[in-house]
């Protein structure tokens, strides 16, 4: 296995053309160019053999698109900030990481075009980085889309095939994120010299999430990122932290650097660099086809099984009761000294198992929408199953749910009433 | 000089998959067949159109959205390639066009005066969005007539409310004030699809049309009660549905540009001709006309 980290850096960049075209007009512009320029001098230290990049103004919204043309050039003139002049651009693209990235989300069950057409629009974003990171083409660069319907564990999993790729072309890439943080823009033409964030709210929240960034806490960032979206509308749902974080790797974290933070026409700009703490190396090269997940967050298994096992783009769960981690007493049983079963409430015990594959799901980067087959254990159908298949409603449906059998047993191995076991898209 | 006017009113979808179907030379991909009830629908309405040699096409295009105010085109000439960045396996069209920027000019200056920040595109290299090269090719193909191009200010980074689409009504209003004072003879196209809920993926041949169908029983009856109003009149009736037709179907007159087509045209009262109705990829696409010169006389 391959142990030097395939992605060294990563940063968060604002892509406004504000930064490339007026940073003269006003102190906060100007100190945002500042910040590009240090980090500019940090990848050229990095010496990546390539830069890839994800602009939240490259949206595509059948699948996803891979930049395919080797050389990309033009002028372009924002359509929004068009009086500020224009912009001209050149990306030496490597091709051949391009096409290996769309195989490997291509493998993932996503459509993924390479696209090599002359006059294909590069948005502003990605041509403001490139102008202010990589102005000169000394790295070569890849350009990824940004797929305004992909959810965390499908954008996870864009991030993890970008990393696989990273491996199987032996590159070693610094990683850019173009992205706001609040992303609220004035409507209203505001001097540059009293521009601000939009709101006291959306300041609040960006800088909650910067700090988060900056203590290196990727696990407690992602948990907040639907309340950050929500709250401060944040660029794209502030999907390109799940994005990085799925180019991570599980359980990687890092150290983190806030360059800057701004206000560009009242969204929230701000320069984060993000230093993995560990090597990041291909999980998935290995895990794709093969690997076995124990959770830190579910009951213990009782046996010698993992919680999960990953087998080629399929989740393998185990059976999975109401139990809690860390805890003796079950969810909706209550027990005598003895450990006699005195009553039981299917109803808890089944919203309870919910909970578990849930997050057992959400551990291995899927969810419980891509559940594909479902086995249910009831150890008394008569009494029970009218009452779990009402609970069952509130998370499946014949419509869209998984495939289903439900059996009846004797007993299982704790005093549980009620086990499932699912089959999930990873 | 006379009083300007408007000739017709024109619900002007921009599906790039009409022109790829059309088999134009100017656009590099070329498809066998496909919407046709769309096409043809654009053939009838087309036919009527230039039968009445309007001076300007002006048109309100939801894919070149700004931030801050309501742009128009302010050069005389635009030419380039328009290269759809969802469809650009579908859609690249080699562009070369006239603008009536007096025209520009006058809408942009009304608008200020009704209080709406208006500002005019005078950068060369601005590439010119290609939902408005789709539905002005489809209303004339030659591009022998100038044009107007006006943005939606109805970027999805902002918030989306009824403030926003009150500034289309404005717009609207101020456009027809500057009409009236041009003495040019106009065409107004709205370049809107109406339900816009639609399939991610795409058939394997994209003008197979056995694989083309409406996205939802639901959204299709919202395409037929919004088309019911515009045949019988209704036109109110029809902008106050708006909110609840955009909320169940994402539908894209959001965008404002109906709104600002029917308010310019005084919100008609009269009922429009429907051309043609088809679905693109799941989405509902209407090509609707209103006769405005016909039914207003002198005033239009």
Same mark, same amino acid.
């Given at each position: ?16 053309? /504000?930064? +490339? @075209?007026?940073? *003269? ?7 945002? #160019? ?8 940090e ?23 891979v ?5 990309v050039?033009?002028?372009h003139?924002?359509?929004?900030w ?6 001209d651009?050149?990306?030496k ?5 391009a ?17 090599q057409?002359?006059?294909f ?8 980085a /490139?102008? +202010? @990171?990589?102005? *000169? ?7 990824? #889309? ?20 990273l ?9 850019v ?34 700090g ?9 960032a ?21 994005? +990085?974080?799925?180019?991570y ?11 800057d ?15 993995p ?5 291909c ?7 093969s ?10 298994a ?20 109401p ?35 849930k ?7 899927s ?52 086990e ?7 | 000089?006379?009083i ?24 590099e991909a070329?498809g ?31 894919h070149?959205?700004?931030?801050v105010?309501?742009?128009?085109l302010?050069l ?9 960045p969802i ?33 005019v595109?005078?950068n060369p ?6 939902g ?9 193909p030659?591009?022998?007539i100038?044009?107007?191009v ?21 717009l609207g ?25 639609h ?6 041949i994209v003008?197979?049309?056995s ?9 299709y ?25 955009i ?11 109906l709104?600002?087509?029917?308010h310019?045209m ?11 109705y088809?679905t ?19 005033n239009?």
């Open positions: 296995m391959k142990t030097q980290s395939l992605i060294s850096r990563s940063y968060i960049v604002p892509g406004q053309a /504000q930064i +490339l @075209l007026a940073k *003269d007009r006003c102190l906060q512009w100007s100190s945002l #160019s500042n910040s590009y320029e240090r980090v500019r001098k990848i050229i230290e990095a010496n990546p053999d390539i830069i890839v990049y994800c602009s939240t103004q490259w949206i595509s919204v059948l699948g996803y698109m930049q395919g043309d080797p050389e050039s033009g002028v003139a924002d359509h929004n068009h009086e500020l002049g224009s912009m651009y050149t990306f693209i490597d091709r051949e990481f096409l290996t990235c769309a195989d490997e989300i291509t493998k993932l069950g996503h459509v993924c075009k390479a696209v057409y002359r006059g629009p590069i948005d502003t974003g990605t041509i403001v /490139q102008r +202010l @990171l990589n102005p *000169d083409n000394r790295f070569a660069s890849a350009m990824v #889309s940004c797929c305004v319907y992909g959810d965390k564990a499908e954008t996870m999993g864009i991030g993890r095939a970008i990393t696989q790729a491996h199987l072309q032996n590159k070693k890439a610094v990683v994120l173009v992205s706001n943080f609040s992303n609220h823009f004035f409507n209203k033409d505001v001097d540059p010299r009293e521009d601000h964030i939009f709101s006291p709210k959306d300041d609040e929240w960006n800088k909650k999430m910067l988060l960034l900056e203590k290196g806490a990727l696990d407690e992602l948990a907040e990122v639907p309340n950050f979206a929500a709250q401060a509308k944040a660029d794209m749902g502030f999907k390109g932290l799940w994005w +990085l974080a799925g180019l790797g599980s359980g990687n974290h890092f150290r983190g650097q806030v360059f933070y701004q206000s560009v026409c009242g969204t929230g700009a701000a320069i984060v660099g993000l230093y703490e560990k090597p990041v190396i999980e998935d090269a290995h895990a794709k086809s690997s076995n997940h124990i959770s830190s967050k579910a009951p213990e009782v046996g010698p099984y993992p919680h999960a096992r990953r087998e080629g783009n399929l989740l393998f769960v185990s059976g999975i009761g139990r809690v981690k860390g805890s003796k007493t079950i969810p909706g049983v209550e027990l005598d000294a003895q450990g006699n079963v005195l009553t039981y409430d299917i109803t808890v015990q089944t919203h309870s198992v919910f909970q578990n594959i997050t057992i799901l959400e551990e291995c980067g969810s419980l929408d891509k559940v594909v087959d479902c086995q249910v254990f009831l150890t008394n159908m008569k009494k029970d199953f009218a009452t779990f298949n009402s609970v069952y409603r509130e998370y499946f449906n014949s419509e869209t749910g998984p495939t289903r059998t439900t059996v009846e047993v004797g007993s299982l191995p704790t005093p549980i009433a009620v499932l076991k699912v089959i999930a898209r990873a | 000089m006379p300007g006017k408007i000739l017709a009113g024109v619900l002007a979808p921009h599906p790039p998959h009409l022109v790829y179907a059309d088999k134009t030379p100017r656009n070329q066998e067949c496909g919407w046709e009830n769309l096409r043809w629908g654009y053939e009838k309405c087309r036919a009527n159109i230039l039968a009445m040699k309007p001076d300007v096409f002006l048109i309100h295009t939801p070149w959205q700004t931030q105010g309501h742009h128009v302010g005389p000439h635009f030419s380039g390639i328009s290269v759809d469809f650009p396996h579908i859609f690249r069209y080699n562009y070369d066009f006239n603008v009536d920027v007096d025209l520009s000019l006058n809408i942009a200056d009304e608008a200020k005066k009704k209080g709406l920040i208006s500002k595109m005078r290299d601005f590439r010119v969005d290609y408005a090269i789709t539905s002005l090719h489809l209303m004339n030659d591009w022998n100038p044009v107007v006006l943005s939606a200010n109805n970027s999805p980074y902002c918030s989306f409310d009824k403030v926003e689409l009150g500034e289309m009504n404005l209003e101020a456009t027809y004030e500057a009409i009236k004072k041009s003495g040019k003879r106009v065409v107004l196209l709205a370049s809107v699809t109406l339900s816009h809920r399939f991610v993926k795409e058939p394997e003008e197979d049309m694989k083309e169908h409406t996205y939802s029983h639901a959204q009856i919202w395409d037929m009660r919004v088309l019911k109003l515009m045949k019988e009149g209704r036109c109110k009736e029809l902008l106050d549905i708006f909110p609840q037709f909320e169940e179907t994402m539908s894209e007159v959001q965008a404002g540009s709104n600002w087509m029917l310019a005084g919100i008609p009262n009269y009922p429009a001709e429907i051309h043609g088809g693109v990829i799941g989405t509902g696409n209407a090509v609707v006309e209103w006769k405005h010169e016909q039914a207003m006389g002198a239009a």
